[in-house]
């Protein structure tokens, strides 16, 4: 998963991201076309939309001063926003 992720930019925003569970950085993952589905692709499950995605890391970003995610943080605010349908918020 951490190579879809880390070329995340270069994906039409309405691309869908699947990844094998249980999701984490090693995860096997594609990035296909239909934005629509949610069903598993090719034994991968739904993770989330491209669009959804780069959305949930700027808001990592923004809520940590700016701060770049590592490839590893990305993948674990995505995760986190796919399970709890919530921004990976750091605790004050």
């Known amino acids: 998963m951490g190579e879809a992720i ?3 930019g270069e ?3 309405e691309h869908t991201i699947y990844a094998a569970e249980p999701w984490t950085v ?3 993952a594609n990035v296909q076309q239909d934005p629509r589905s949610t069903a598993p692709l090719d ?3 739904y993770l989330l939309d491209v669009y959804t ?3 949930v890391i700027e808001v990592w970003s923004e809520h940590r001063d700016g701060a770049r995610p ?3 943080e990305r993948c674990a605010a995505l995760v986190y926003y796919a399970n709890h349908d919530a921004y990976l918020i750091p605790e004050e």
């Open 53 to 55: 995605a780069l959305d």
């Open 11 to 13: 994906f039409n925003r």
């Open 6 to 8: 880390e070329r995340l």
């Open 43 to 45: 034994g991968l499950a």
């Open 26 to 28: 090693d995860s096997e």
């Open 70 to 72: 590592t490839v590893a």
